[in-house]
Protein backbone atom coordinates (compact mmCIF):
# COMPACT_ATOMS: atom_id res chain seq x y z
CA UNK A 1 0.00 0.00 0.00
CA UNK A 2 2.54 2.25 0.77
CA UNK A 3 4.23 1.94 -2.18
CA UNK A 4 1.21 2.62 -4.62
CA UNK A 5 0.78 5.78 -2.38
CA UNK A 6 4.95 6.74 -3.20
CA UNK A 7 3.83 6.00 -7.03
CA UNK A 8 0.40 8.32 -6.65
CA UNK A 9 1.85 11.13 -5.39
CA UNK A 10 4.74 12.30 -8.40
CA UNK A 11 1.48 11.34 -10.84
CA UNK A 12 -0.82 13.72 -9.27
CA UNK A 13 1.89 16.11 -9.43
CA UNK A 14 2.98 15.37 -13.05
CA UNK A 15 -1.33 15.63 -13.82
CA UNK A 16 -1.16 19.11 -12.30
CA UNK A 17 1.50 20.73 -13.93
CA UNK A 18 -0.03 19.68 -17.20
CA UNK A 19 -3.54 20.93 -16.66
CA UNK A 20 -2.16 23.88 -15.83
CA UNK A 21 0.19 24.31 -18.82
CA UNK A 22 -3.01 23.35 -21.02
CA UNK A 23 -5.33 26.16 -19.58
CA UNK A 24 -2.32 29.30 -20.51
CA UNK A 25 -3.10 31.27 -22.90
CA UNK A 26 -0.28 33.30 -24.74
CA UNK A 27 -0.60 36.99 -25.42
CA UNK A 28 1.58 38.42 -27.76
CA UNK A 29 1.96 41.40 -29.32
CA UNK A 30 -0.43 43.85 -27.40
CA UNK A 31 -0.13 47.14 -29.06
CA UNK A 32 -2.86 50.48 -29.73
CA UNK A 33 -2.67 53.90 -31.56
CA UNK A 34 -1.86 56.76 -29.87
CA UNK A 35 -5.13 59.13 -29.23
CA UNK A 36 -5.46 62.94 -30.65
CA UNK A 37 -6.43 65.61 -28.36
CA UNK A 38 -9.90 64.98 -25.60
CA UNK A 39 -10.32 61.38 -27.59
CA UNK A 40 -12.54 59.63 -25.21
CA UNK A 41 -12.23 56.40 -26.91
CA UNK A 42 -9.62 54.30 -28.09
CA UNK A 43 -9.02 50.83 -29.66
CA UNK A 44 -6.36 48.11 -28.30
CA UNK A 45 -4.86 44.88 -30.61
CA UNK A 46 -3.29 41.72 -29.52
CA UNK A 47 -3.00 37.77 -30.49
CA UNK A 48 -3.86 35.24 -28.50
CA UNK A 49 -3.65 31.16 -28.62
CA UNK A 50 -4.27 28.52 -26.11
CA UNK A 51 -3.45 24.89 -27.17
CA UNK A 52 -6.77 23.74 -24.95
CA UNK A 53 -8.66 26.45 -26.26
CA UNK A 54 -10.61 29.02 -23.79
CA UNK A 55 -12.42 32.05 -23.73
CA UNK A 56 -11.85 35.50 -22.59
CA UNK A 57 -14.50 37.03 -20.54
CA UNK A 58 -13.39 40.66 -19.04
CA UNK A 59 -10.55 43.18 -19.78
CA UNK A 60 -10.10 45.98 -17.50
CA UNK A 61 -6.87 48.76 -17.86
CA UNK A 62 -6.64 51.63 -15.38
CA UNK A 63 -6.38 53.97 -18.72
CA UNK A 64 -9.81 53.86 -19.07
CA UNK A 65 -13.57 53.43 -17.41
CA UNK A 66 -14.77 50.32 -20.00
CA UNK A 67 -12.63 47.78 -22.03
CA UNK A 68 -13.95 44.62 -24.15
CA UNK A 69 -13.59 43.31 -26.97
CA UNK A 70 -15.66 44.64 -30.38
CA UNK A 71 -16.47 42.85 -33.59
CA UNK A 72 -15.94 45.62 -37.07
CA UNK A 73 -18.37 43.93 -39.92
CA UNK A 74 -19.33 45.57 -43.14
CA UNK A 75 -22.66 45.19 -44.04
CA UNK A 76 -23.05 46.77 -47.91
CA UNK A 77 -21.40 49.80 -47.60
CA UNK A 78 -22.15 50.41 -44.14
CA UNK A 79 -19.12 49.83 -41.17
CA UNK A 80 -21.06 47.95 -37.90
CA UNK A 81 -19.57 47.18 -34.70
CA UNK A 82 -20.62 45.66 -31.97
CA UNK A 83 -19.62 44.38 -28.35
CA UNK A 84 -18.38 40.32 -28.17
CA UNK A 85 -19.41 39.16 -24.41
CA UNK A 86 -16.87 36.31 -24.80
CA UNK A 87 -13.96 35.65 -27.15
CA UNK A 88 -13.65 31.96 -27.76
CA UNK A 89 -9.74 31.33 -28.20
CA UNK A 90 -9.80 27.88 -30.08
CA UNK A 91 -7.04 25.07 -29.31
CA UNK A 92 -3.95 26.07 -31.54
CA UNK A 93 -5.80 28.42 -33.45
CA UNK A 94 -4.15 32.09 -33.03
CA UNK A 95 -6.95 34.75 -32.71
CA UNK A 96 -5.74 38.04 -33.89
CA UNK A 97 -7.44 41.07 -33.20
CA UNK A 98 -6.67 43.81 -35.69
CA UNK A 99 -7.45 46.66 -36.98
CA UNK A 100 -11.03 46.53 -39.21
CA UNK A 101 -12.11 43.49 -37.41
CA UNK A 102 -11.87 42.28 -33.58
CA UNK A 103 -10.39 44.42 -30.99
CA UNK A 104 -10.12 45.96 -27.50
CA UNK A 105 -13.21 48.87 -27.43
CA UNK A 106 -11.10 51.31 -24.54
CA UNK A 107 -14.29 53.90 -23.45
CA UNK A 108 -14.03 56.66 -21.16
CA UNK A 109 -10.36 57.35 -21.34
CA UNK A 110 -8.57 58.96 -18.34
CA UNK A 111 -5.62 60.62 -20.39
CA UNK A 112 -4.37 61.12 -23.84
CA UNK A 113 -2.37 57.60 -24.69
CA UNK A 114 0.81 58.95 -26.40
CA UNK A 115 2.99 56.84 -28.60
CA UNK A 116 6.03 55.62 -26.88
CA UNK A 117 3.92 54.85 -23.71
CA UNK A 118 2.89 51.65 -22.68
CA UNK A 119 -0.46 50.65 -20.30
CA UNK A 120 -1.41 48.08 -18.48
CA UNK A 121 -4.64 45.27 -19.71
CA UNK A 122 -5.51 42.81 -17.43
CA UNK A 123 -7.37 39.84 -19.28
CA UNK A 124 -9.58 37.38 -17.64
CA UNK A 125 -9.90 34.12 -19.43
CA UNK A 126 -12.09 31.37 -18.19
CA UNK A 127 -10.04 28.52 -17.95
CA UNK A 128 -6.50 30.67 -17.16
CA UNK A 129 -7.24 33.15 -15.25
CA UNK A 130 -6.14 36.75 -15.13
CA UNK A 131 -3.07 37.85 -17.49
CA UNK A 132 -1.67 41.16 -17.25
CA UNK A 133 0.03 42.59 -20.35
CA UNK A 134 1.67 45.76 -21.28
CA UNK A 135 0.23 47.52 -24.20
CA UNK A 136 2.53 49.53 -26.32
CA UNK A 137 1.01 52.60 -27.82
CA UNK A 138 2.24 53.13 -31.65
CA UNK A 139 1.39 56.40 -33.80
CA UNK A 140 -2.14 57.62 -34.23
CA UNK A 141 -2.23 55.81 -38.13
CA UNK A 142 -0.33 52.30 -37.54
CA UNK A 143 -1.67 49.37 -38.90
CA UNK A 144 0.65 46.79 -36.49
CA UNK A 145 2.92 46.60 -33.93
CA UNK A 146 6.32 48.64 -34.59
CA UNK A 147 8.64 45.37 -36.29
CA UNK A 148 5.30 43.50 -37.49
CA UNK A 149 3.50 46.30 -39.49
CA UNK A 150 0.41 45.19 -41.35
CA UNK A 151 0.63 41.74 -39.88
Known amino acids: MRNRLLLLVPALVIAGAAA ?5 VEVSAAWARATPGKTETASAYL ?5 AGDRLVALSTPVADK ?17 VPALEVPAGKPVVLKPNGLHIMLSGLHQKIEAGQSFPLTLTFEKAGEREVSVLVEKAGAMGPAGHMGH
Open 20 to 24: AQTAD
Open 67 to 83: AGVHEMTMEGSVMRMRP
Open 47 to 51: TLKSA
